[in-house]
């Protein structure tokens, strides 16, 4: 089915790029980074971390803009 090729494309993934820090972003692209935390780390992350934070020289250079909730 098509839920069991996506899992084990992100399975295969997951194996394949284990040193190039691509798991948080797979995770995210598929919706269930919040999930996976919880089940597979037990870790309860705020859903606000689903978006990586606004670095601080973009922020300090554009008064405008609002950092990203939960950092």
Do not use: C, M, W
Not at 25 to 30: G, K, Q, W
Not at 33 to 52: D, E, I, W
Request: charged letters at 30%; zero cysteines.
């Amino acid at each position: 089915s098509k839920d069991e090729f996506r899992e084990a494309i992100l399975t295969e993934r997951a194996r394949e790029f284990i040193g190039e820090g691509e798991r948080r972003n797979d995770l995210i692209r598929h919706g269930r980074l919040l999930s996976s935390a919880q089940q597979q780390l037990g870790l309860n992350l705020k859903p606000g971390l689903v978006l990586y934070p606004i670095p601080d020289v973009q922020l300090s250079l554009n008064r405008l803009l609002v950092q990203n909730s939960d950092y």
